[in-house]
Protein backbone atom coordinates (compact mmCIF):
# COMPACT_ATOMS: atom_id res chain seq x y z
CA UNK A 1 0.00 0.00 0.00
CA UNK A 2 1.47 3.38 -0.97
CA UNK A 3 0.84 6.56 0.55
CA UNK A 4 -1.82 7.84 -1.34
CA UNK A 5 -4.19 4.32 -1.15
CA UNK A 6 -6.39 4.16 1.91
CA UNK A 7 -6.87 0.95 3.56
CA UNK A 8 -9.57 0.12 1.10
CA UNK A 9 -7.68 1.03 -2.35
CA UNK A 10 -9.41 3.96 -2.87
CA UNK A 11 -8.29 7.58 -3.07
CA UNK A 12 -5.96 8.96 0.41
CA UNK A 13 -8.21 11.13 2.69
CA UNK A 14 -8.33 15.38 1.06
CA UNK A 15 -6.95 17.67 4.03
CA UNK A 16 -7.67 21.28 2.87
CA UNK A 17 -5.00 23.64 3.94
CA UNK A 18 -5.71 25.92 7.13
CA UNK A 19 -7.18 28.96 6.58
CA UNK A 20 -7.31 30.00 10.31
CA UNK A 21 -8.57 33.68 10.07
CA UNK A 22 -12.13 33.45 8.77
CA UNK A 23 -12.21 30.70 11.83
CA UNK A 24 -11.08 33.07 14.16
CA UNK A 25 -12.67 35.98 13.16
CA UNK A 26 -16.24 33.75 13.46
CA UNK A 27 -15.13 32.23 16.87
CA UNK A 28 -14.52 36.01 18.00
CA UNK A 29 -18.12 36.94 16.84
CA UNK A 30 -17.73 38.35 13.89
CA UNK A 31 -20.88 38.95 11.47
CA UNK A 32 -20.73 35.89 8.88
CA UNK A 33 -21.38 38.14 6.35
CA UNK A 34 -18.50 40.58 6.96
CA UNK A 35 -16.44 37.46 7.19
CA UNK A 36 -17.85 36.23 3.68
CA UNK A 37 -17.12 39.75 2.32
CA UNK A 38 -13.74 39.62 3.58
CA UNK A 39 -13.12 36.09 3.09
CA UNK A 40 -15.48 34.73 0.28
CA UNK A 41 -13.58 31.51 -0.83
CA UNK A 42 -14.45 30.67 2.93
CA UNK A 43 -16.59 27.89 2.99
CA UNK A 44 -16.54 28.07 6.62
CA UNK A 45 -18.29 31.65 6.63
CA UNK A 46 -20.97 30.92 4.02
CA UNK A 47 -21.71 27.78 5.98
CA UNK A 48 -22.42 29.89 8.76
CA UNK A 49 -24.54 32.25 6.76
CA UNK A 50 -26.58 29.21 5.95
CA UNK A 51 -26.99 27.74 9.47
CA UNK A 52 -28.35 31.13 10.76
CA UNK A 53 -30.58 31.63 8.14
CA UNK A 54 -31.76 28.17 8.37
CA UNK A 55 -32.51 28.81 12.16
CA UNK A 56 -34.68 31.64 11.10
CA UNK A 57 -36.64 29.79 8.67
CA UNK A 58 -34.87 31.48 5.46
CA UNK A 59 -35.03 28.35 3.39
CA UNK A 60 -34.21 30.17 0.08
CA UNK A 61 -31.38 32.64 1.53
CA UNK A 62 -29.97 29.09 3.68
CA UNK A 63 -30.19 27.07 -0.19
CA UNK A 64 -28.18 29.98 -1.57
CA UNK A 65 -25.68 30.62 0.79
CA UNK A 66 -25.02 26.75 1.10
CA UNK A 67 -24.88 26.19 -3.06
CA UNK A 68 -22.18 28.63 -2.52
CA UNK A 69 -19.94 27.50 0.24
CA UNK A 70 -20.57 24.16 -1.13
CA UNK A 71 -18.77 25.38 -4.28
CA UNK A 72 -15.90 27.65 -2.84
CA UNK A 73 -15.22 23.65 -0.87
CA UNK A 74 -15.36 21.81 -4.46
CA UNK A 75 -13.02 24.32 -5.45
CA UNK A 76 -10.51 23.92 -2.79
CA UNK A 77 -10.79 20.07 -2.82
CA UNK A 78 -10.09 20.15 -6.42
CA UNK A 79 -7.32 22.53 -5.96
CA UNK A 80 -5.59 19.77 -3.30
CA UNK A 81 -5.56 16.83 -5.18
CA UNK A 82 -9.39 15.71 -4.93
CA UNK A 83 -11.00 13.87 -7.90
CA UNK A 84 -14.41 14.06 -7.35
CA UNK A 85 -14.72 11.28 -4.27
CA UNK A 86 -12.71 9.77 -1.28
CA UNK A 87 -12.91 10.68 2.15
CA UNK A 88 -12.96 14.61 3.39
CA UNK A 89 -12.50 14.07 7.34
CA UNK A 90 -13.85 15.96 9.64
CA UNK A 91 -11.31 15.69 12.35
CA UNK A 92 -9.80 17.76 9.90
CA UNK A 93 -10.63 20.93 11.08
CA UNK A 94 -10.02 22.88 7.79
CA UNK A 95 -12.54 20.47 6.15
CA UNK A 96 -15.19 21.47 8.31
CA UNK A 97 -16.45 24.22 6.63
CA UNK A 98 -17.03 22.26 3.33
CA UNK A 99 -18.71 19.63 5.22
CA UNK A 100 -20.83 22.15 6.84
CA UNK A 101 -21.90 23.87 3.99
CA UNK A 102 -22.37 20.34 2.11
CA UNK A 103 -24.87 19.91 5.26
CA UNK A 104 -26.49 22.68 5.00
CA UNK A 105 -27.33 22.66 1.48
CA UNK A 106 -28.92 19.09 2.25
CA UNK A 107 -30.95 20.39 4.89
CA UNK A 108 -31.81 23.57 2.98
CA UNK A 109 -32.67 21.54 -0.10
CA UNK A 110 -34.95 19.56 2.07
CA UNK A 111 -36.91 22.60 3.07
CA UNK A 112 -37.86 24.16 -0.25
CA UNK A 113 -38.85 20.54 -1.15
CA UNK A 114 -36.20 19.32 -3.36
CA UNK A 115 -35.63 15.66 -2.37
CA UNK A 116 -33.17 14.43 -5.15
CA UNK A 117 -30.96 17.06 -3.99
CA UNK A 118 -31.88 17.05 -0.37
CA UNK A 119 -30.95 12.48 -1.15
CA UNK A 120 -27.86 13.16 -2.96
CA UNK A 121 -26.14 15.74 -0.73
CA UNK A 122 -26.88 13.96 2.15
CA UNK A 123 -25.13 10.68 0.55
CA UNK A 124 -22.53 12.65 -0.33
CA UNK A 125 -21.86 13.82 3.25
CA UNK A 126 -21.71 10.20 4.37
CA UNK A 127 -19.63 9.41 1.76
CA UNK A 128 -16.64 11.86 2.39
CA UNK A 129 -16.99 12.07 6.02
CA UNK A 130 -19.07 9.53 8.57
CA UNK A 131 -17.97 11.63 11.50
CA UNK A 132 -19.49 14.78 10.14
CA UNK A 133 -22.80 12.75 9.19
CA UNK A 134 -22.71 11.94 12.36
CA UNK A 135 -21.89 14.37 14.11
CA UNK A 136 -23.74 17.00 12.34
CA UNK A 137 -26.64 15.04 12.36
Excluded at 9 to 25: A, F, S, Y
Excluded at 40 to 46: D, E, N, Q
Excluded at 68 to 97: C, F, I, M, Q, S
Excluded at 119 to 132: H, I, M, V, W, Y
Aim: hydrophobic share 35%; charged share 25%.
Amino acid sequence: MTLHENLLGGPPPTHLPDDPEPRTLLAQGTPPAEVASRHPASSLAWAQLAEDALERGAAVEAYAYARTGYHRGLDALRRNGWKGHGPVPWEHEPNRGFLRALHALARAAQAIGEQDEYERCTQFLKDSSETAARTLG
